[in-house]
């Protein structure tokens, strides 16, 4: 069975320029979950989608993360402008459903300069 | 206070040692995972338990429901076992099964 799939696998940009980071979930997968990890903390959940809908992203900080998951399948992560503190590890994960087990991908490791 | 904690922050141990990581919660869960995350950033889901003891290889993962508190073990540890292990929670008061994580413990293990 194929994991999940993200890229690229690394990023480096200047601050305020723009960055997008996608994410393939697990076949039939209809939850999927997007974490922010900074260097030495565990991960943040920045958004979770139930298909292509929104539960829960409470804390996006929407002024300049995005995300959709237009046909509920694959996702995209927006930030514009990037800001120094944007540099992290982001993570995607999906699961069957809602508080079922979740599987990550390898994540995309964003450097703001 | 976290709502999930784990100890040790970091731990060293030498090939061949009895290892145990623990992790305490102070919410209602619905499952705890314990995830393990290797240099350059990919996790690997490890085990997903609500309650007893699960096994698999040299890994021991146990749970006690009414402490709140899980630990993770591992046997006749190797260099290869090297990552930091993360403990997360599903909180029932989140429908939507969001995952509340410690700040992981790193592992090290000498040859």
């Known amino acids: 069975e194929a994991g999940v799939a993200q890229s690229p696998r690394y990023k480096i940009i200047e601050k305020r320029q723009s960055v997008a980071f996608w994410c393939n979930p697990i076949s039939g997968h209809a939850t999927l979950y997007w974490y922010q990890q900074i260097l030495g903390q565990g991960p943040k959940l920045l958004i979770q989608f139930q298909n292509n809908g929104v539960v829960d992203d409470s804390q996006l900080p929407k002024d300049r993360f995005s995300a959709e998951r237009l046909k509920g399948v694959d996702s995209t992560l927006k930030i514009q402008p990037a800001k120094l503190e944007d540099s992290a590890v982001y993570l995607c994960?999906?699961?069957?459903?809602?508080?079922?087990?979740?599987?990550f991908g390898q994540g995309t490791r964003l450097t703001v300069v | 206070k976290n709502e999930v904690e784990q100890s040790p922050q970091n731990l060293t141990a030498q090939e061949g040692e009895f290892i145990t990581i623990n992790c305490s919660y102070s919410v209602g869960i619905s499952a705890l995972h314990w995830l393990q995350q290797h240099p350059g950033g990919g996790i690997v889901s490890l085990f997903m338990l609500s309650s007893g003891k699960k096994k698999h290889g040299r890994l021991i993962a146990t749970i006690n429901i009414q402490e709140k508190h899980s630990s993770l073990h591992i046997t006749a540890s190797h260099p290869r076992d090297s990552a930091v292990y993360i403990c997360a929670v599903g909180a029932i008061y989140n429908q939507g099964g969001k995952l509340i994580f410690g700040q992981g413990t790193e592992l090290s293990v000498k040859p």
């Open positions: 994960a999906s699961g069957v459903g809602p508080n079922t087990e979740a599987f």
